[in-house]
Every structure is written in structure tokens, then in C-alpha cells.
């Protein structure tokens, strides 16, 4: 009994030192997120130029602002089907920081969700675009698009499936961004 006593307590020593410790860092968000052609589906991810980082747990994403954040990155034994190898979590916002309006970026626009067609009953599931109006998208039920007039044929080609591409951007407000040119 003795000798399994100290059997197991070596055992638990050792896992415990297995274990990968969190690690606290500084990152950069980018004011916007990015398209992603994932495992199964297409999403929009966080930008980072330091970091891995698609997403964090506890951060509340806002378009139009530059971040800088405390996070805590903990390696994930073993890393997941998709590759990614660590997981974060907010530790503390350090700025938030509103970029210029005349601020331009892009953005792959894309309007299927899957890589697959979907059967007639699941097919609102696959369109990455909800019409608010007649000239503004939800995209991906993360950001408001709003297409000017002289964008709308080609737009609508995006939207019927017949192209994808890159479209320009300005920011209006948190979460709403007018095209600019695609």
C-alpha cells in the first residue's frame, strides 16, 4: 500500500507538471474582422498581427475600433481538429481606440456559409447575407453593410452566388460599414 501511495503521488506530480501553463500577453486587434474559410463552414474571425488569436473569450468585438488587450493564452494538449493550438481569454481591455471614418479596409464577400449546397429546408442556413433594407446587409450576423447605388448590380451578383471577391470598405458606426468599391 505504501509503495502505490508513492506511486500515485509521483504519478500526479508528473501531470501536474505535464500540464502547459497559461501565459499572460499584450495583443493588437485589427478594427475589423476577417473572412475564413474554416474546417466545415466560411465565418469572420478577429485580425491580430501578434498574435494567433481568432477569438477570445469574454471580448466584445466592435468594428471601427483598434484594440489592445491583455489576454491569457493557454496551449490546448492536443490542439484541435482544425489546427488551432492555444485558446484565449480577456484579461483586461488596455485601449479601445476609434479609427478615422475615412479609414478603408476590405473584405472577401462571400454568400455562402458552406462549401456545400444545403436542401431547400435548411437553405436560409447557408446565406451568409440578411437583407435589412433595401440598400443595407447583416453580414454573417456580425456587421451592417450598406451598398450605395452604384454598387448594387455588381453587389447583387454577390448575393445570387454568381461571384465572390473583395470589397472596400469605410467605417460608419460600431458594427456598420459602407462599400466603397468591389
Request: net charge negative; charged share 25%.
Amino acid at each position: 500500500m505504501k509503495q502505490f501511495s508513492i506511486l500515485l503521488l509521483g504519478f500526479m506530480a508528473i501531470s501536474v507538471r505535464a500540464q502547459p501553463e497559461a501565459i499572460i500577453k499584450e495583443i493588437s486587434i485589427a478594427p475589423f474582422l476577417v473572412y475564413q474559410n474554416y474546417e466545415h463552414f466560411k465565418r469572420l474571425c478577429l485580425s491580430s498581427p501578434n498574435s494567433a488569436a481568432e477569438f477570445i473569450e469574454g471580448f466584445d468585438f466592435a468594428w471601427g475600433y483598434q484594440y489592445q488587450l491583455k489576454v491569457e493564452e493557454s496551449k490546448l494538449e492536443p490542439a484541435l481538429s482544425d489546427g488551432t493550438e492555444y485558446e484565449y481569454r480577456l484579461v483586461e481591455v488596455i485601449s479601445k481606440t476609434k479609427v478615422a471614418d475615412s479609414t478603408e479596409g476590405a473584405l472577401f464577400l462571400d454568400s455562402k456559409r458552406y462549401y456545400y449546397d444545403l436542401d431547400s429546408s435548411e437553405a436560409a442556413m447557408n446565406s451568409t447575407f440578411k437583407m435589412l433594407n433595401d440598400s443595407t446587409f447583416l453580414y454573417f450576423d456580425a456587421v451592417e453593410i450598406e451598398v450605395p447605388q452604384k454598387l448594387k448590380a455588381p453587389f447583387r451578383q454577390i448575393l445570387l452566388g454568381e461571384k465572390k471577391q473583395i470589397g472596400r470598405f469605410v467605417f460608419l458606426e460600431s458594427d456598420r460599414i459602407r462599400l466603397v468599391k468591389l
